[in-house]
């Protein structure tokens, strides 16, 4: 099976045609993904393409299916922008789980793709009191074309991360999981985060959670709604507008080659 790996800042998905995977897609997912056994990855991203644009299915690292991750959409955006030699202006269109996306290819960095990338319009935005790991906590959650859980204030410290982040990703509010993001406002213009992805675990990057992130900062936390969200994998500029979230950020395939293990249950 032809494969590519892709990554934003650190988030890195295997990318792999739709039309090539036969059986159990979700046990596929858990082999590729595999850190030690596999390519290793954070998700995998089954595609079919056209011009200028594909379509997407999303499983996480675990095999669980998510609806959108917006440094995977960037990640199929670079793959379709390289392979397509798509110059600076050209639009992409991505058919997701949540909706058609569009990205704007703005130029290159360091070669990377620069895209920004229509988001779509943050729903069901609420502050939450959630009991969870011992603690009582005040948390934004809200749906970025998929489920998002953000706790503002200072950053936790590893141990508290790793108690809490999969204690609210898999707690019982969230019936389909959630995304975590614990975010610190630097700043109007700058927030600080750390990431726990549903089906994946701590992640150096994300896109919706990124975005989640903004959207909350700016509804909750006093922040502006244009703003620099900073994971530990990099900097994403993150936009509130009128017309919804706009994500920019570059991503890049680093890796293209054949998949020769086969789908195992249990990795």
């Not at 800042?9 to 039309?19: E, I, K, S, V």
């Amino acid at each position: 099976m032809q494969i590519h790996k892709a990554h934003a800042y650190g988030n890195d998905f295997l990318l792999a045609p739709l039309h090539a995977v036969a059986g159990d897609a979700a046990a596929l997912a858990r082999a590729v993904c595999h850190r030690h056994h596999g390519i290793g990855a954070d998700g995998l991203l089954l595609y079919e393409l056209r011009e200028r644009g594909a379509t997407m299915r999303l499983l996480n690292a675990d095999g669980s299916p998510s609806e959108l991750s917006g440094n995977g959409l960037r990640c199929l955006a670079a793959l379709i922008a390289g392979e397509q030699s798509l110059p600076a202006g050209a639009v992409v269109t991505v058919d997701t789980g949540a909706g058609t996306k569009t990205l704007d290819l703005l130029g290159h960095d360091e070669g990377r793709p620069i895209f920004r990338a229509a988001m779509g319009q943050p729903a069901g935005i609420r502050e939450v009191p959630i009991a969870a790991a011992g603690e009582l906590l005040t948390a934004t959650v809200l749906n970025m074309g998929n489920p998002q859980c953000v706790v503002l204030g200072p950053l936790p410290d590893r141990d508290r991360f790793d108690r809490l982040g999969p204690a609210l990703a898999t707690h019982a509010m969230f019936p389909a999981g959630t995304n975590v993001e614990f975010a610190h406002v630097e700043a109007p213009d700058r927030v600080r985060i750390l990431i726990w992805e549903r089906g994946v675990g701590p992640t150096s990057s994300s896109g919706t959670g990124s975005s989640a992130a903004g959207v909350a900062a700016a509804a909750h936390g006093g922040a502006s709604r244009s703003v620099d969200v900073i994971a530990p994998g990099g900097t994403q500029r993150v936009e509130w507008l009128d017309d919804g979230v706009y994500l920019t950020g570059w991503a890049e395939v680093v890796l293209a080659g054949q998949w020769l293990g086969t789908p195992a249950e249990g990795l």
